[in-house]
């Protein structure tokens, strides 16, 4: 008598289990990245899930300039890390000037560029920096670039250096804000980076060894 019971009950898992393989089914349609293929492998230089978008060839390089070590939000300076975050919690902005380039003329005045990324997540407040001021062009290559890539794309990761801490007061809260001097971003159409050889595929170039170092091999047209 209590047959027909187990086999309503059986019916309904199924069901359930039919309809669970179709929200994943759905997922994937949607080109939602499920997977977190990387970060638990290596939590010392991805810091959170990187949803399958980051590859052993974006460690590569950070993995051959940087001394391994975990991440203190304390510590400024060391290694480069990555942190991928939801494209709707990130925005960029730059501000523009009219002065000297830092690495021009010093009696010729220019249209200089500001640039940042603002990550404004309900756990991660971070901000991401150039080193400098650029040539406008720069800021607006880097732009185009940016909605290229990020657009229609769910997730984006942030490659960068931590540079300290900063608390703000915002909507009436203290915000700790990690700070980072930026290096590169990836989504899944592809990558762009501050230096040439940095993403897959581009042919490595050398690894500065100093900040002068640093400034000459960074993409300034």
Same mark, same amino acid.
Request: hydrophobic share 30%.
């Given at each position: 008598?209590?047959?027909?019971?187990?086999?309503?009950?059986?019916?309904?898992?199924?069901?359930?289990?039919?309809?669970?393989?179709?929200?994943?089914?759905?997922?994937?349609?949607?080109?939602?990245?499920?997977?977190?293929?990387?970060?638990?492998?290596?939590? *010392?230089?991805?810091?959170? *899930?990187?949803?399958?978008?980051?590859?052993?060839?974006?460690?590569?390089?950070?993995?051959?300039?940087?001394?391994?070590?975990?991440?203190?939000?304390?510590?400024?300076?060391?290694?480069?890390?990555?942190?991928?975050?939801?494209?709707?919690?990130?925005?960029?902005?730059?501000?523009?000037?009219?002065?000297?380039?830092?690495?021009?003329?010093?009696?010729?005045?220019?249209?200089?560029?500001?640039?940042?990324?603002?990550?404004?997540?309900?756990?991660?407040?971070?901000?991401?920096?150039?080193?400098?001021?650029?040539?406008?062009?720069?800021?607006?290559?880097?732009?185009?670039?940016?909605?290229?890539?990020?657009?229609?794309?769910?997730?984006?990761?942030? *490659?960068?250096?931590?540079?300290?801490?900063?608390?703000?007061?915002?909507?009436?809260?203290?915000?700790?804000?990690?700070?980072?001097?930026?290096?590169?971003?990836?989504?899944?159409?592809?990558?762009?980076?501050?230096?040439? +050889?940095?993403?897959? +595929?581009?042919?490595?170039?050398?690894?500065?060894?100093?900040?002068?170092?640093?400034?000459?091999?960074?993409?300034?047209?």
């Amino acid at each position: 008598m209590k047959r027909p019971y187990f086999v309503c009950v059986g019916i309904v898992l199924s069901l359930c289990c039919f309809e669970c393989k179709l929200a994943l089914s759905a997922n994937s349609a949607k080109g939602q990245p499920i997977v977190n293929s990387l970060s638990k492998k290596y939590p *010392n230089w991805i810091l959170t *899930n990187d949803y399958g978008i980051l590859s052993l060839e974006d460690l590569k390089r950070d993995i051959e300039r940087f001394r391994e070590r975990s991440y203190d939000p304390y510590y400024r300076g060391g290694g480069a890390y990555w942190q991928c975050f939801e494209t709707k919690w990130v925005s960029t902005r730059y501000d523009r000037s009219r002065d000297a380039d830092p690495m021009g003329a010093a009696d010729k005045i220019v249209d200089l560029c500001d640039f940042e990324i603002h990550v404004r997540e309900d756990n991660h407040w971070d901000d991401y920096w150039d080193r400098r001021g650029r040539p406008l062009e720069f800021c607006t290559d880097f732009t185009d670039n940016w909605k290229h890539l990020t657009q229609g794309e769910p997730f984006v990761c942030l *490659n960068g250096q931590p540079s300290g801490n900063e608390t703000q007061t915002i909507r009436g809260k203290k915000r700790l804000i990690h700070q980072w001097v930026w290096n590169r971003f990836k989504t899944r159409k592809g990558c762009y980076s501050l230096f040439e +050889g940095e993403c897959p +595929g581009e042919k490595p170039g050398p690894a500065p060894d100093s900040f002068e170092e640093e400034i000459m091999a960074c993409r300034v047209k």
